[in-house]
């Protein structure tokens, strides 16, 4: 015989009794099992969220045509960090700007390779105004985030006057 807790039996009673009263046939002598969903269980725990998408890892750039990509990730990040501050949509601002720190991470790397000392400070100041600009999303601090735009901007300007040349339509490394 089964065990069932005493919700179950009263809920199982209360409707053998509905049925006869309907007219139904008398109970039977022993509860019979109930369906499979109605069963008790275990109360379960609550479902984990599902996990977050993994992001991709930035990796370095090792040669011109991979730099010349990562800039191309600066570039759109860039702009979409910018254009979230100037409409006060920081947490995308923030999203953006933690994609900022790896990627210019990953450039300062690509120029202390090239022993390139002003490029990498360019790159780091530049991780550092991304990670100010995280912060400043994450506290909902919109003057502060505006202030490390305004930095990161004047990182990239120093860095691409000392370091980038026009070739027509395209850019390379000085």
């Not at 700007?97 to 120029?111: D, I, K, P, Y």
Request: with cysteine; charged share 20%; proline share 7%.
């Amino acid at each position: 015989m089964k065990r069932f807790d005493s919700a179950v039996l009263a809920m199982l009673l209360g409707i053998a009794t509905l049925a006869v009263a309907c007219g139904g046939s008398a109970p039977p002598s022993e509860p019979a099992a109930a369906p499979a969903a109605e069963q008790p269980q275990t109360p379960a725990a609550p479902p984990e969220p599902p996990a977050a998408a993994a992001e991709p890892a930035i990796t370095a750039p090792t040669s011109d045509d991979s730099y010349a990509a990562t800039m191309k990730m600066v570039s759109n990040s860039a702009q979409a960090v910018r254009r979230a501050v100037t409409e006060n949509a920081l947490a995308d601002a923030g999203k953006d700007s933690r994609q900022l720190e790896q990627l210019f991470a990953g450039v300062g790397t690509f120029w202390e390779g090239r022993k390139t000392d002003d490029a990498v400070k360019f790159a780091k100041a530049a991780s550092a105004a991304a990670a100010a600009l995280t912060a400043a999303a994450s506290a909902n601090d919109a003057a502060k985030a505006a202030a490390a735009v305004k930095t990161l901007d004047t990182q990239c300007a120093g860095c691409h006057k000392a370091h980038r040349q026009q070739d027509g339509d395209y850019f390379s490394i000085k």
